[in-house]
C-alpha cells in the first residue's frame, strides 16, 4: 500500500516534468502588446530593413514575427534571405524548408518559390544549381504566370550562369508585365546589350563582363582567351625557310641525329657531336616567368602566359608579384593596349602627331604619365572618354569587365582578326 501511494505521488510529478520540458524546447511564444505587434507587421518592417541592408535589424524583425506566430511562413522566408545575404547558406536552406512547410497561401509560396530561386542562384552548392532554380521558377509561374518577382529572380539566376539571351528574355518580360523590379529589370537589360555589343566569345570572356572592375588577372585572362595575343605575336615573327629533300640528302647523318650515331657507333669508336650546330644548339626550354602570389589563382594558366608575353604594364613587380587582385586604371589599361598595338603593327610612336597638339581630353594633361598612351588609343577608336558630355576620359578610375571587351573587340576590328 506503501508502494502504491508513492507511485500515485510521483507519477503526476513525472508527467508535469516532462510537459515543462516539452515547453522549454518549444520555440518561446509571446503576447502581442499592441495592434501593430503583429507577425504581418513585423515581416514588412524586416523586408524594408533587409532593402536597406540592415541585416541584425531586419532578423531580429523576422524573430518577433516567429515568436508571435511560430508557423508563420513569410517570416521564415524572411530569415532564409538574411542569412544568404550573410552567407549562412546552411541555416538559409533551413528558413526555406520551414517557409515552404507552413506556406498555406499563394503569396507565402510565391514568396518562399522565388526566394529559393535566390539561394540557388548564390549558394550554387549543386552543380545542377541552374536547373533547380530553373524548377522553382516552374513552381511559381504555375502558380501565377504573371508573378514579375519570379521572372526578375530567375532572370539573374541565367546571367550569373552566363546564359545572357534567356537572361534577356526574363528581364524583358518584368517590364511587359509593369509590376514590380522594372527600373532593376531596364538596367539589366542594358548591361546584357553592352556585354552582347561585347561579343564575348569564351567563356573566361563572358565571366569578366560581369565584374564592375577590372582586375590584372582579369586582363591577363582577356589578353590570353579573348584577343589570343600569344597566336597574334607568333604570327609576327619570322618564318624559317623550309629546307628542301635534296639540301636534307647532303647533311651528315651525325648532323641530323647525332643521338643515333651515337648508339649505332661500335665501342671502339669515338664519335664527337660537340662540333655538330644541332648538338650545340640550346635544347632547355625556354624560361617560364613566374610570379610568386599565384600558385592558388584560378587564372595561374593566363598570367604566366602574359608574363611570357612581356605586355607592358602586365609584368611583375620588383619582389616577383604579379599583384592578380589589384584593380586597373582607365589609364594603365591603356598603356597595355597601346603596348600591345604597337608590337602588332609596328608603329612605334602611335601619338606622335598629337603630343605637341592640345589634350583630346580635359583631364588629361600632356605632362601625365598616361598622356602618350590615352591618346595612341582614343586616336585609334579602341577606348573612348568615360563620361560623353564632359569628354572626360577618366584615367584614374576603373573600368568594367565589358568596357574592357568592347575594347578587345575595336582592337580585332582594327587590326583586321576575326
Known amino acids: 500500500m506503501k508502494r502504491e501511494r ?27 502588446v499592441s495592434q501593430l505587434d503583429t507577425p504581418g507587421q513585423h515581416t514588412f518592417t524586416g523586408l524594408k530593413l533587409l532593402d536597406l541592408e540592415k541585416y541584425p535589424d531586419a532578423q531580429r524583425e523576422f524573430k518577433m514575427a516567429i515568436q508571435l506566430n511560430n508557423n508563420y511562413s513569410n517570416a521564415y522566408t524572411g530569415l532564409a534571405l538574411v542569412n544568404i545575404f550573410t552567407g549562412k547558406l546552411d541555416i538559409a536552406s533551413d528558413n526555406l524548408t520551414l517557409s515552404s512547410k507552413y506556406a498555406t497561401s499563394d503569396e507565402e509560396k510565391l514568396f518562399a518559390d522565388v526566394s529559393r530561386i535566390r539561394y540557388y542562384s548564390v549558394s550554387k552548392a549543386d552543380q545542377q544549381w541552374l536547373d533547380l532554380a530553373k524548377s522553382q521558377f516552374l513552381q511559381a509561374i504555375l502558380i501565377d504566370s504573371n508573378h514579375a518577382p519570379a521572372y526578375y529572380f530567375m532572370g539573374l539566376a541565367y546571367k550569373d550562369a552566363l546564359e545572357f539571351n534567356l537572361a534577356s528574355q526574363m528581364f524583358s518580360k518584368v517590364i511587359q508585365l509593369k509590376t514590380e523590379h522594372i527600373a532593376d529589370a531596364d ?11 561585347a561579343l564575348p566569345t ?10 564592375e572592375r577590372l582586375t590584372r588577372a582579369d586582363a591577363a585572362a582577356l589578353f590570353m582567351e579573348e584577343l589570343k595575343i600569344r597566336d597574334l605575336y607568333n604570327k609576327q615573327l619570322p618564318k624559317v625557310p623550309e629546307t628542301t629533300a635534296k639540301e636534307i640528302e647532303k647533311i651528315p647523318a651525325e648532323v641530323k641525329d647525332p643521338e643515333k650515331v651515337l648508339t649505332e657507333a661500335k665501342p671502339t669508336e669515338k664519335v664527337s657531336v660537340e662540333a655538330s650546330p644541332i648538338a650545340t644548339a640550346p635544347t632547355q626550354a625556354p624560361l617560364k616567368l613566374m610570379a610568386n602570389d599565384i600558385a592558388d589563382h584560378p587564372l595561374k594558366k593566363d598570367i604566366e602566359g602574359i608574363l611570357e608575353t612581356k605586355v607592358r604594364g602586365l609584368e611583375n613587380d620588383p619582389n616577383g608579384n604579379f599583384k592578380p587582385g ?35 581630353f580635359p583631364d588629361v594633361p600632356s605632362d601625365m604619365p598616361y598622356f602618350k598612351a ?13 563620361n560623353i558630355k564632359t569628354g572626360e576620359f577618366a584615367p584614374l578610375k576603373p573600368l568594367s569587365g565589358v568596357e574592357a571587351l568592347l575594347t578587345i573587340r575595336k582592337l580585332k576590328e582594327k587590326l583586321k582578326i576575326n
Not at 187 to 197: A, G, P, R, W, Y
Not at 202 to 211: H, P, R, S
Open 326 to 360: 589589384e584593380v586597373l586604371s582607365r589609364g594603365e589599361y591603356a598603356i597595355m593596349l597601346e603596348d600591345i598595338l604597337i608590337k602588332l603593327t609596328g608603329e612605334m610612336d602611335l601619338a606622335a602627331k598629337y603630343v605637341n597638339s592640345k589634350s583630346l
Open 202 to 211: 569564351t567563356q573566361a570572356g563572358k565571366k569578366i563582363a560581369l565584374v
Open 6 to 32: 508513492i507511485r500515485t505521488l510521483i507519477f503526476p510529478f513525472i508527467i508535469f516534468t516532462a510537459v515543462l520540458s516539452l515547453i522549454s524546447c518549444a520555440p518561446k511564444t509571446r503576447v502581442a
Open 374 to 386: 590615352i591618346i595612341a588609343v582614343s586616336s585609334q577608336g579602341i577606348m573612348e572618354a568615360k
Open 187 to 197: 538596367v539589366q537589360l542594358k548591361i546584357l546589350q553592352k556585354i552582347q555589343e
